[in-house]
Nanobody
């Protein structure tokens, strides 16, 4: 059983920044590929970014150049640095462990003036 706990969400003005964190724990010693998804009200959950254990990352076109995914394997942590935030980035952001398809509970990000 793997537990994923997100943190770092909140209310931010357009153009601002937030850093999301995801802590993995439980019966897993090595964390493989991880991903961040988001789900806005009335919309399907969508992939924001993913990262392999070695650090190779991919991004949705909508966040390229603004968001950066990173990880700390020793701490079993994954991060999402979000810059130049836009109102359309408003969503619940979820952490995902790809190999087991485990999910965190989500953290709300609201971009509004």
């Amino acid at each position: 059983q793997v537990q994923l706990v997100e943190s770092g969400g909140g209310l931010v003005q357009p153009g601002g920044s937030l850093r999301l964190s995801c802590a993995a724990s439980g019966s897993i010693s090595v964390i493989g590929a991880m991903a961040w998804y988001r789900q806005a009200p009335g919309k399907q959950r969508e992939l924001v970014a993913d990262i392999t254990r070695s650090g190779s990352a991919n991004y949705a076109d909508s966040v390229k150049g603004r968001f950066t995914i990173s990880r700390d394997n020793a701490k079993k942590m994954v991060y999402l640095q979000m810059n130049s935030l836009k109102p359309e980035d408003t969503a619940v952001y979820y952490c995902n462990l790809v190999v087991t398809n485990d999910w965190g509970q989500g953290t709300q990000v609201t971009v509004s003036s």
